[in-house]
């Protein structure tokens, strides 16, 4: 359908918001170009071409669907300077949308798998962090997400691979297929990393219902949730995320491309539904390389289908910094930077 126009000033005011991203994938940033050009230095041979495999990134049916194409598109991350240029490169285009907290996700086992060290992995993106904070001012930090698809045993040994890094390392997660690949399977590896001191967040509720939710809080003691939005199929659910303030991490042009919204929602774009219930929202991009937009492309998406305001981009904003896992004094500086957008203090 014809995607109705934003007013200038609230397409303005979008762009120009302080925003902290929570919800991406680095791996998910990979863009045709950038993919032919890592493959082209490390010898590999892709099929097709940039702009075939753009095509090929423009329908899915479902996550699985595409969580195919993602991890064939990983083969060409083999060196730390691959792994380097592919967290600079999103750094560098997430300043852009005036981004200035970004906690990101990284898939390590995919990496592994294919017999690349998780020390080459950690030690490229954390190396581009740095210079991205230097040359872009966005403070980014990474989130080690065990793939659900694979066994407890896999996930247990991922993590003490990741031990020597805890440094580098802000928090662990869960993602890849979740259907069938519940939350309390991962529930011993994500006790240990408690203990180890890393965050915890996971994906839950996006294509699985409001049961892996309730695993997610009460088996891995999630602080965040990933998606989330199956909760409003849980009246009960979606009360006690109100009151315990558990940030959801909203994806909208995900949930449409990979047809959440179409296949649980009637087609609704259901992200001020969520807020309106005083759901701690947030907006984010998931895995902009495959699903169409940026951060601010996600925020125009979300408000021009379902008639944001200032007031409610501001909060959604307010939201995103206040879910970080940023100090106390960092965040009262970020959300003072905020403030100066809020129209109606």
């Known amino acids: 359908h014809m995607m109705a126009t934003l007013p200038n000033k609230l397409k303005i005011y979008i762009e120009n918001i ?36 753009r095509d090929k990134r423009k329908n899915f049916k479902n996550l699985q669907d595409f969580l195919d194409i993602y991890y064939e598109a990983c083969s060409v991350l083999l060196k730390e300077e691959d792994f380097y240029d592919l967290m600079y490169a999103y750094l560098h285009r997430a300043a852009e949308d005036n981004v200035f907290i970004a906690e990101i996700f990284f898939d390590p086992q995919t990496h592994t798998e294919r017999g690349v060290s998780i020390d080459i992995v950690i030690n490229g993106l954390h190396r581009a962090i740095i210079d991205g904070y230097r040359d872009f001012g966005i403070k980014g930090s990474l ?28 928090g662990v997660g869960l993602d890849s297929g979740e259907v069938g690949n519940q ?117 125009i998406k979300a408000a021009v289908e379902t008639n944001m305001t200032e007031k409610d981009i501001y909060q959604i904003c307010l939201n995103a910094f206040n879910a970080t896992f940023l100090s106390l004094v960092d965040k009262d500086y970020y959300i003072r930077k905020l403030q100066q957008f809020n129209i109606n203090p």
């Open 183 to 299: 939350p309390h399977k991962f529930t011993e590896v994500f006790v240990e990393a408690s203990k180890l001191g890393l965050k915890i967040v996971a994906h839950a509720g996006e294509e699985g219902g409001p049961e892996y939710i309730y695993e997610a809080l009460d088996l891995l003691h999630a602080q965040r949730i990933d998606h989330g939005v199956q909760c409003l199929h849980d009246d009960k659910l979606v009360e006690r995320l109100v009151r315990d303030g558990i940030p959801l991490t909203v994806c909208p042009c995900s949930n449409d491309k990979l047809q959440v919204f179409s296949r649980y929602f009637s087609g609704q774009n259901i992200t001020k539904v969520l807020l309106d219930k005083g759901l701690k929202v947030t907006i984010n991009s998931d895995d902009p390389a495959y699903f169409g937009g940026y951060i601010t492309d996600n925020f």
């Open 143 to 170: 989130i080690l997400c065990f793939l659900r698809h694979l066994p407890l045993e896999k996930q247990l040994e991922t993590l003490a691979a990741a031990k020597p890094h805890l440094d580098k390392i802000l």
């Open 18 to 53: 302080p925003k902290a991203e929570l919800h991406i994938h680095i791996e998910g940033t990979l863009e045709p170009e950038l993919m032919f050009s890592l493959a082209k230095r490390n010898g590999i041979q892709l099929k097709g071409t940039v702009e075939s495999n």
